[in-house]
């Protein structure tokens, strides 16, 4: 089993920026790949951003040029950086772990984006 811890969230104004960080703990070997996802109130589950075990990248339109979705090795440990928030960014960010077992995902973080 992988256990996904998030932190990092807060409120920030519009235009701000935030470093929301998700450790990985348990089953580290058996992680494909990470992606984080957004939910906003009312609103179905978003795919934000997608990191590959391989280092490659994907991101939502909305978000590219914007975020920037890493990992630290060493650390066990997945970040999005987030530049340039919007307020109807506000949501709970979740990150997700791909694994041969299925997928695992953390708790969340709210993210509240201000105008």
């Known amino acids: 089993q992988v256990q996904l811890v998030e932190s990092g969230g807060g409120l920030v104004q519009a235009g701000g920026s935030l470093r929301l960080s998700c450790a990985a703990s348990?089953?580290?070997?058996?992680?494909?790949?990470m992606r984080w996802y957004r939910q906003a109130p009312r609103e179905q589950r978003e795919l934000v951003a997608t990191l590959t075990i391989g280092g490659s990248t994907n991101y939502a339109d909305s978000v590219k040029g914007r975020f920037t979705v890493s990992r630290d090795n060493a650390k066990n440990t997945v970040y999005l950086q987030m530049i340039s928030l919007k307020p109807d960014e506000t949501a709970v960010y979740y990150c997700?772990?791909?694994?041969?077992?299925?997928?695992?995902w953390g708790a969340g973080t709210q993210v509240t984006v201000s105008s």
């Open positions: 348990g089953s580290i070997s058996t992680i494909n790949g």
């Open positions: 997700a772990a791909q694994t041969e077992e299925g997928w695992y």
